[in-house]
């Protein structure tokens, strides 16, 4: 909202607010950085924002306060035609603007709004859309993925949206309007505002429904002009008023000195009850020079002598003090934003102030920060969603606190009924005098709790030092007097919720302290001493485990590897199985190289996940940069058994254990059925050859469907159905083939892989094979886990085998280091990290 440095005003500022009867705490300085203010009225009547009330939205509850039918709801079109001809029928159409929006689209959209009675039209899906918005339904959520409706710097950072892009649509619904308009032979929107008559049904609609054959729309589209001739159909009048008249432009001439030099003021001055939200506009005018900071306190200090209207010190800002010696209308306070507001009766009345209302209904509705202190009691609704304010009242009538989130209250005499209903945050104080309090407060929400927290006592007190001070209440300084006697009657209204917040901070605040004292403790001596200390201490007695975080000690080290009996490993394949492994292996002490014959480091990771479950940059490569720097060799276009220089006999000569690995790829999509009525995949077939024509060039593809059977031998093999032979016409073949199992070779040696080479044993399922826990194939020195030793299965799995298969090959590398060393290596078990799928 601050303007930028030259002056000029922020983009970023929103120009329209909403107000939704203070409920959502709205502050002077949110309403003064705005150009418009929409104040939503009757808001439980008509769940949801816009003209149109879709008719899911009218539950049972809402249907009778609508005196409506459950699940019907009410087309703009129809709210806007009667409330044009109702205004028109009055002869206050000419007084009003109408506005009307709920899913406004297209030029077409905006000529019905103003042939039935519009002049404004609100957009938002469809301006959304041309930024960028893909309808995910997640504006509350904070997690728009295209970085609209969110704070999320990261997902800001996705938003691709231009004010180009808004100005072109507008432009182009512009045009179609005026397209519209030329085929009416309007020239103006004011012209077409209200002329129902050149709306008319469309028959082809009503003939193809039955059910519409009877509708009667005529009312709909009865011009509002033949209403009631000769008064205006459009806004042609701008409504005074009266601000001029307002007291609070005498008191901004006489705070001058303040608002141009910060300087102290005192005015005193006479009000009535036709002076309503006194102080609002000074408070405008506060917070367009200083900002939401605003003066210091009591600045401003305006005496008023009197009965205040209604709203005195709305949205009241900090610096501003309001003394009122007399009494006052309702919403006393409303959205108080940082100012002071003291009420208190003529210094002459003779009546008590603690059994008389001082201040009407709805005193510091939606206050969000400021203090307030009333001589007196407050009418009903006292403090209804206070979410800040400090307020001292000596008693309340019924529904006190209602929805009350923050701030502190104190109550120095009865509540009405219903006290704390809604009640979710903040505290209040309760002068419990007849000890029946219990039974006029609401407790589905809050605690009712003795005051003896050292914090609670001191708060109380204060506050009510304070309103002694500014109101000189006889009740305040009677109870000031007695206090630790009274202090047994005082009620704590607690609400659960809050109450948890708060001994969580409290928690974390003391934990927070604590661990800063050991640091500075730790620092202040040799760190390093004290920490052997720690150990020893821990090994030779049967103290705890030491836990100690490194990188306070400020002696950290980057990741290394136990260095005894370094043993190479080649792993073949780069997969989460091979990744895992290779990076266990090295925790070891090994020397691992990882062989891909791919261009980039991942296997499935890297080529067959998507971006949106694992980022290629921020989660694969990182991984394998860091693994790079911890010492593991990553080899990239090494098709090992085939390219001469990874030949396996190099490799065998090279290694002490290898690792093949090899991944199969399983990423399907689900086709729409709404065209064609069922899923168009087939999957039972087997595709025999493509036919092609003379120049190659193919025309299709010959098929047949098969079958699962079991062979002689009892394996599961394709079996074709005769007869189910069929030519499927095609100008282009897309290859989307599964994998079966570890690549098979051919007879020649030149085509064989290494699996061939090595002679490795497969199992029924053609992959190979190596018992579980144990990792080890028929070949000594080669290993398999993984894909190709347990078949298609999730990446946890993968990354599960690897990790265990790397403990194996470790156990098999140092069986002969082990044997011979006096000292014990250091175990793999510790450096397994353990993974479930």
Same mark, same amino acid.
């Given at each position: 909202?601050?303007?930028?440095?030259?002056?000029?005003?922020?983009?970023?500022?929103?120009?329209?607010?909403?107000?939704?009867?203070?409920?959502?705490?709205?502050?002077?300085?949110?309403?003064?950085?705005? +150009?418009?203010?929409?104040?939503?009225?009757?808001? &439980?009547?008509?769940?949801? /924002?816009?003209?149109?009330?879709?008719?899911?939205?009218?539950?049972?509850?809402?249907?009778?306060?609508?005196?409506?039918?459950?699940?019907?709801?009410?087309?703009?079109?129809?709210?806007?035609?009667?409330?044009?001809?109702?205004?028109?029928?009055?002869?206050?159409?000419?007084?009003? @603007?109408?506005?009307?929006?709920?899913?406004?689209?297209?030029?077409?959209?905006?000529?019905?709004?103003?042939?039935?009675?519009?002049?404004?039209?609100?957009?938002?899906?469809? %301006?959304?859309?041309?930024?960028?918005?893909?309808?995910?339904?997640?504006?509350?959520?904070?997690?728009?993925?295209?970085?609209?409706?969110?704070?999320?710097?990261?997902?800001?950072?996705?938003?691709?949206?231009?004010?180009?892009?808004?100005?072109?649509?507008?432009?182009?619904?512009?045009?179609?309007?005026?397209?519209?308009?030329?085929?009416? #032979?309007?020239?103006?929107?004011?012209?077409?505002?209200?002329?129902?008559?050149?709306?008319?049904?469309?028959?082809?609609?009503?003939?193809?429904?039955?059910?519409?054959?009877?509708?009667?729309?005529?009312?709909?589209?009865?011009?509002?002009? +033949?209403?009631?001739?000769?008064?205006?159909?459009?806004?042609?009048?701008?409504?005074?008023?009266?601000?001029?008249?307002?007291?609070?432009?005498?008191?901004?001439?006489?705070?001058?000195?303040?608002?141009?030099? #910060?300087?102290?003021?005192?005015?005193?001055?006479?009000?009535?009850?036709?002076?309503?939200?006194?102080?609002?506009?000074?408070?405008?005018?506060?917070?367009?020079?200083?900002?939401?900071?605003?003066?210091?306190?009591?600045?401003?200090?305006?005496?008023?002598?009197?009965?205040?209207?209604?709203?005195?010190?709305? *949205?009241?800002?900090?610096?501003?003090?309001?003394?009122?010696?007399?009494?006052?209308?309702?919403?006393?306070?409303?959205?108080?934003?940082?100012?002071?507001?003291?009420?208190? %009766?003529?210094?002459?009345?003779?009546?008590?102030?603690?059994?008389?209302?001082?201040?009407?209904?709805?005193?510091?509705?939606?206050?969000?920060?400021?203090?307030?202190?009333?001589?007196?009691?407050?009418?009903?609704?006292?403090?209804?969603?206070?979410?800040?304010?400090?307020?001292?009242?000596?008693?309340?009538?019924?529904?006190?606190?209602?929805?009350?989130?923050?701030?502190?209250? @104190?109550?120095?005499?009865?509540? &009405?009924?219903?006290?704390?209903?809604?009640?979710?945050?903040?505290?209040?104080?309760?002068?419990?005098?007849?000890?029946?309090?219990?039974?006029?407060?609401?407790?589905?929400?809050?605690?009712?709790?003795?005051?003896?927290?050292?914090?609670?006592?001191?708060?109380?007190?204060?506050?009510?030092?304070?309103?002694?001070?500014?109101?000189?209440?006889?009740?305040?300084?009677?109870?000031?007097?007695?206090?630790?006697?009274?202090?047994?009657?005082?009620?704590? @209204?607690?609400?659960?919720?809050?109450?948890?917040?708060?001994?969580?901070?409290?928690?974390?605040?003391?934990? $927070?302290?604590?661990?800063?004292?050991?640091?500075?403790?730790?620092?202040?001596?040799?760190?390093?001493?004290?920490?052997?200390?720690?150990?020893?201490?821990?090994?030779?007695?049967?103290?705890?485990?030491?836990?100690?975080?490194?990188?306070?000690?400020?002696?950290?080290?980057?990741?290394?590897?136990?260095?005894?009996?370094?043993?190479?490993?080649?792993?073949?394949?780069?997969?989460?199985?091979?990744?895992?492994?290779?990076?266990?292996?090295?925790?070891?002490?090994?020397?691992?190289?990882?062989?891909?014959?791919? +261009?980039?480091?991942?296997?499935?990771?890297?080529?067959?996940?998507?971006?949106?479950?694992?980022? $290629?940059?921020?989660?694969?490569?990182?991984?394998?940069d860091l693994m790079t720097r911890e010492?593991?060799?990553?080899?990239v276009n090494a098709n090992v058994g085939?390219?001469?220089?990874?030949?396996?006999?190099?490799?065998?000569?090279?290694?002490?254990?290898?690792?093949?690995?090899? *991944?199969?790829?399983?990423?399907?999509?689900?086709?729409?059925?709404? $065209?064609?009525?069922?899923?168009?995949?087939?999957?039972?077939?087997?595709?025999?050859?493509?036919?092609?024509?003379?120049?190659? @060039?193919?025309?299709?593809?010959?098929?047949?469907r098969v079958h699962w059977a079991k062979?002689?031998?009892?394996?599961?093999?394709? /079996?074709?159905?005769?007869?189910?032979?069929?030519?499927?016409?095609?100008?282009?073949?897309?290859?989307?083939?599964? *994998?079966?199992?570890?690549?098979?070779?051919?007879?020649?040696?030149?085509?064989?892989?290494?699996?061939?080479?090595?002679?490795?044993?497969?199992?029924?399922?053609?992959?190979?094979?190596?018992?579980?826990?144990?990792?080890?194939?028929?070949?000594?020195?080669?290993?398999?886990?993984?894909?190709?030793?347990?078949?298609?299965?999730?990446?946890?799995?993968?990354?599960?085998? &690897?990790?265990?298969?790397?403990?194996?090959?470790?156990?098999?590398?140092? $069986?002969?280091?082990?044997?011979?060393?006096?000292?014990?290596?250091?175990?793999?078990? +510790?450096?397994?990290?353990?993974?479930?799928?």
């Amino acid at each position: 909202m601050e303007p930028l440095s030259d002056g000029s005003r922020n983009p970023k500022r929103s120009a329209i607010k909403q107000v939704a009867s203070g409920r959502f705490g709205v502050t002077s300085y949110y309403l003064t950085n705005a +150009d418009e203010l929409q104040i939503k009225m009757a808001q &439980g009547a008509k769940p949801g /924002e816009g003209g149109e009330l879709p008719g899911h939205k009218v539950i049972d509850d809402i249907a009778v306060t609508r005196n409506s039918t459950a699940g019907v709801g009410l087309p703009w079109e129809l709210g806007l035609a009667e409330t044009h001809q109702t205004l028109v029928a009055n002869d206050l159409r000419g007084r009003t @603007v109408l506005q009307t929006d709920g899913q406004l689209k297209t030029g077409r959209d905006v000529a019905i709004a103003a042939l039935l009675g519009a002049e404004e039209f609100g957009f938002s899906t469809a %301006p959304l859309i041309t930024l960028g918005c893909i309808m995910m339904r997640k504006c509350h959520k904070n997690t728009c993925p295209v970085g609209i409706a969110t704070q999320d710097p990261v997902l800001r950072e996705k938003f691709a949206g231009e004010p180009e892009h808004v100005i072109n649509f507008f432009f182009m619904l512009a045009e179609e309007v005026r397209e519209i308009m030329s085929q009416l #032979g309007f020239r103006t929107i004011n012209e077409m505002v209200g002329r129902a008559d050149m709306l008319e049904i469309d028959k082809k609609v009503t003939k193809g429904n039955e059910k519409l054959g009877n509708i009667d729309l005529s009312l709909l589209l009865r011009p509002a002009a +033949d209403i009631r001739p000769g008064v205006a159909q459009y806004c042609i009048q701008k409504q005074d008023h009266g601000l001029e008249m307002a007291l609070d432009q005498d008191l901004i001439t006489s705070s001058k000195a303040a608002l141009e030099k #910060g300087l102290p003021v005192y005015v005193e001055t006479p009000i009535r009850n036709v002076n309503r939200a006194v102080g609002t506009m000074l408070s405008h005018e506060v917070t367009k020079q200083y900002q939401l900071k605003g003066l210091p306190s009591d600045t401003i200090h305006i005496k008023l002598v009197g009965s205040a209207g209604q709203s005195l010190g709305a *949205f009241l800002c900090p610096g501003i003090t309001l003394e009122l010696e007399g009494d006052s209308n309702d919403y006393v306070g409303k959205g108080l934003s940082g100012g002071k507001i003291v009420v208190y %009766p003529p210094r002459e009345s003779q009546f008590d102030p603690s059994e008389n209302i001082v201040v009407g209904n709805v005193a510091l509705y939606g206050a969000t920060s400021g203090e307030a202190y009333f001589n007196g009691m407050a009418a009903e609704r006292f403090c209804v969603r206070n979410s800040g304010a400090r307020a001292v009242v000596e008693g309340v009538g019924d529904h006190g606190c209602e929805y009350m989130t923050g701030g502190t209250v @104190v109550i120095l005499g009865k509540t &009405g009924r219903n006290f704390a209903a809604g009640m979710s945050g903040g505290i209040a104080y309760v002068f419990d005098v007849d000890g029946m309090f219990h039974t006029r407060c609401n407790p589905e929400l809050v605690d009712l709790e003795k005051i003896e927290d050292e914090d609670d006592i001191t708060t109380l007190r204060m506050m009510i030092q304070q309103h002694q001070r500014h109101t000189s209440s006889v009740l305040a300084r009677e109870v000031l007097s007695n206090f630790d006697s009274l202090l047994p009657k005082f009620v704590k @209204v607690f609400p659960r919720d809050y109450k948890r917040v708060v001994q969580n901070l409290k928690i974390e605040q003391e934990a $927070k302290e604590s661990e800063e004292q050991e640091e500075k403790e730790l620092m202040e001596k040799d760190a390093f001493e004290e920490l052997k200390k720690m150990a020893a201490a821990s090994l030779n007695g049967k103290g705890s485990k030491v836990y100690m975080i490194i990188g306070r000690a400020r002696f950290a080290t980057p990741p290394g590897t136990v260095p005894y009996g370094r043993k190479r490993v080649a792993i073949v394949g780069s997969g989460p199985a091979g990744l895992a492994a290779a990076d266990q292996l090295n925790k070891m002490g090994h020397l691992v190289t990882v062989y891909e014959r791919a +261009d980039r480091i991942g296997g499935l990771m890297m080529y067959g996940v998507p971006n949106m479950k694992a980022d $290629k940059v921020d989660v694969v490569q990182r991984r394998v940069d860091l693994m790079t720097r911890e010492g593991v060799n990553f080899m990239v276009n090494a098709n090992v058994g085939v390219d001469p220089m990874y030949s396996l006999n190099h490799l065998r000569a090279e290694n002490d254990a290898i690792w093949p690995r090899i *991944f199969r790829v399983d990423y399907g999509h689900q086709e729409a059925s709404a $065209k064609f009525g069922k899923d168009p995949r087939s999957y039972e077939v087997l595709t025999k050859r493509f036919v092609g024509d003379e120049s190659g @060039v193919v025309k299709g593809l010959e098929v047949v469907r098969v079958h699962w059977a079991k062979d002689s031998s009892g394996k599961f093999q394709f /079996e074709e159905i005769k007869g189910s032979e069929e030519t499927i016409e095609a100008d282009l073949v897309l290859l989307a083939m599964g *994998f079966l199992g570890p690549e098979w070779g051919t007879n020649s040696c030149s085509q064989q892989t290494i699996a061939d080479q090595l002679g490795m044993e497969r199992d029924n399922r053609s992959n190979f094979k190596a018992q579980y826990g144990r990792f080890s194939t028929s070949v000594d020195g080669v290993f398999a886990a993984g894909d190709c030793r347990r078949g298609q299965s999730l990446v946890v799995w993968a990354i599960n085998e &690897g990790r265990q298969a790397a403990s194996q090959v470790d156990e098999y590398l140092m $069986k002969d280091v082990n044997t011979c060393s006096k000292e014990k290596p250091v175990s793999s078990e +510790d450096l397994v990290h353990r993974v479930t799928a």
